[in-house]
C-alpha cells in the first residue's frame, strides 16, 4: 500500500517561493514514477512535473525554467521547488506516484490529499 502525503503549501506573493513536500511510505520513490499534479479552478487535473525512479526530470510548458522536481530516496520524499510564482499557478497540488511515467492522471494508482498553492498579486 502506497500513503502519499503533501505539506509546504500555503501563500505567497507573485515572484516568490514555494517549496511542496511529499512523504511516501517505505520504497515509493525508488521504485515509482512519482509526480506533480494540479488541479487549479475550473480546470482539469494537469501534470506539473514528473520524476522516474531513475530521477529522471521532467515538466509542464508552464513549470520548465520555474519549477524542480527532486526527490530523496532514502527519506521516501518527492519535492517541488517552486519560484517565480504567477496567480495562474493558483491550485490545489497534488502528489501522485506510478508504476510506470506519463502525463495523464489515470495512469496513477497512487494519491495524496493535496495541498492548496495561493498566489497573490
Known amino acids: 500500500q502506497v500513503v502519499l502525503v503533501e505539506s509546504g503549501g500555503g501563500s505567497a506573493p507573485a515572484g516568490g517561493s514555494l517549496r511542496l513536500s511529499c512523504a511516501a511510505s517505505?520504497?515509493?520513490?525508488?521504485?515509482?514514477?512519482m509526480a506533480w499534479f494540479l488541479h487549479g479552478p475550473g480546470k482539469e487535473r494537469e501534470g506539473v512535473s514528473i520524476?522516474?525512479?531513475?530521477?529522471?526530470?521532467s515538466y509542464s510548458e508552464s513549470a520548465k525554467g520555474r519549477f524542480t522536481i527532486s526527490k530523496d530516496n532514502a527519506k521516501n520524499a518527492l519535492y517541488l521547488q517552486m519560484t517565480s510564482l504567477k496567480v495562474e499557478d493558483n491550485a490545489m497540488y497534488f502528489c501522485?506516484?506510478?508504476?510506470?511515467?506519463?502525463?495523464?492522471?489515470?495512469?496513477?494508482?497512487?494519491w495524496g490529499q493535496g495541498t492548496q498553492v495561493t498566489v497573490s498579486s
Open positions: 517505505a520504497y515509493t520513490a525508488s521504485w515509482y514514477c
Open positions: 501522485a506516484a506510478s508504476i510506470r511515467c506519463g502525463w495523464d492522471p489515470a495512469r496513477y494508482s497512487y
Open positions: 520524476i522516474s525512479s531513475e530521477g529522471y526530470g
